[in-house]
């Protein structure tokens, strides 16, 4: 069982930056694959970006390539997104969520994670 806590959303102008965390606690962190996803009003949730267990492995979907990164510290049970250059198209709940999927981290989906947390509001000014 894992326990997923997003932190990091607010406010923010277009061209800015964010970063989101987030805290894993229970069991196992190092095992699973995770991911960003986020959902706009309205809209479904879409992947944004994965990262494998090591970290070795990335994906980003197209419309934030070379905008974001995923990381991840193990030691610290965390995950990251970093966020610049801001759209107000990236205006969404963030979710983190956790999958011992073992394939490439492209192939992480909505409905194939185990774990999720319940979001951080990300809103970007025009």
């Known amino acids: 069982q894992v326990q997923l806590v997003e932190s990091g959303g607010g406010l923010v102008q277009a061209g800015g930056s964010l970063r989101l965390s987030c805290a894993a606690s229970g069991r196992g962190f190092i095992s699973y694959s995770m991911a960003w996803f986020r959902q706009a009003p309205g809209k479904e949730r879409d992947y944004v970006a994965g990262i494998n267990w090591g970290g070795s492995s990335t994906y980003y979907t197209d419309s934030v390539k070379g905008r974001f990164t995923i990381s991840r510290d193990n030691a610290k049970n965390t995950l990251y997104l970093q966020m610049n250059s801001l759209k107000p198209e990236d205006t969404a709940v963030y979710y983190c969520?956790?999958?011992?999927?073992?394939?490439?981290?492209?192939?992480?989906?909505?409905?194939?994670?185990?774990?999720w947390g319940k979001g951080t509001l990300v809103t970007v000014s025009s």
């Open positions: 969520a956790a999958d011992k999927w073992l394939g490439p981290v492209a192939g992480l989906s909505v409905d194939g994670m185990d774990y």
